[in-house]
């Protein structure tokens, strides 16, 4: 099954309810630049499709196509099956299906690996690298140190590690006191 974030399932879920899988409304916090990523990236995937809406019957539009009708978004089987619902045959599509390229940039092409973060590298010289360097280095450092190396207060040092190297990098930290030494941090690899 396709790993799908939880505004993506969410749409998804929505449009599996509705009159003609119309995707529209998206959800009321999903606005603006945020909206056109989501959707943009559900496009990519195949998960959507843009069709000629019907104003007439109320359909809700996405965007104006270039040639002054309205698009809206339909969830196609492909979205359905991400989102574990079978359907019982697959449907052709919408009368007024377009392929036409979206004004919005589509991400680039999504892949099952995308889920993972995208390794970061610090810039060699900076404040980053130097703690991480003696975070490397065998013996570890101690929070004196850092601080010391880095010029940064001890809360900034200690933001630095659980922030920028945990959460970002994706870097293991470990912590034990040392006789003699205090505390003393070193990155697992």
């Known amino acids: 099954m396709t790993k799908l974030s939880?505004?993506?399932?969410?749409?998804?879920?929505?449009?599996?309810?509705?009159?003609?899988?119309?995707?529209?409304?998206?959800?009321?916090?999903?606005?603006g630049g945020a909206a056109a990523k989501v959707v943009g990236a559900l496009l990519a995937k195949g998960f959507l499709q843009e069709v000629d809406a019907n104003v007439r019957k109320g359909e809700p539009v996405w965007r104006e196509s270039g040639d002054g009708h309205g698009v809206t978004l339909v969830a196609t089987d492909a979205g359905f099956a991400a989102i574990?619902?079978?359907?019982?045959d697959a449907n052709p599509a919408p009368v007024g299906a377009t392929d036409a390229p979206t004004e919005q940039p589509a991400p680039e092409a999504a892949t099952e690996t995308?889920?993972?973060?995208?390794?970061?590298?610090?810039?060699?010289?900076?404040?980053?690298?130097?703690?991480?360097?003696?975070?490397?280095?065998?013996?570890?450092?101690?929070?004196?140190?850092?601080?010391?190396?880095?010029g940064?207060?001890?809360?900034?040092?200690?933001?630095?590690?659980?922030?920028?190297?945990?959460?970002?990098?994706?870097l293991t930290i470990t912590s034990e006191k040392v006789e003699g030494r205090g505390r003393v941090y070193a990155i697992c690899d």
Request: glycine letters at 6%.
């Open 152 to 170: 940064w207060l001890p809360h900034t040092a200690r933001g630095a590690m659980s922030g920028a190297l945990k959460k970002k990098l994706g």
């Open 6 to 31: 939880d505004t993506q399932a969410l749409i998804l879920s929505a449009a599996a309810q509705r009159p003609e899988h119309i995707a529209l409304p998206l959800p009321e916090s999903l606005r």
């Open 84 to 88: 574990g619902i079978e359907t019982e």
């Open 114 to 150: 995308e889920a993972a973060p995208k390794a970061r590298t610090p810039r060699e010289g900076t404040k980053q690298a130097t703690l991480i360097a003696m975070l490397r280095a065998p013996e570890g450092a101690t929070l004196d140190e850092i601080v010391a190396a880095t």
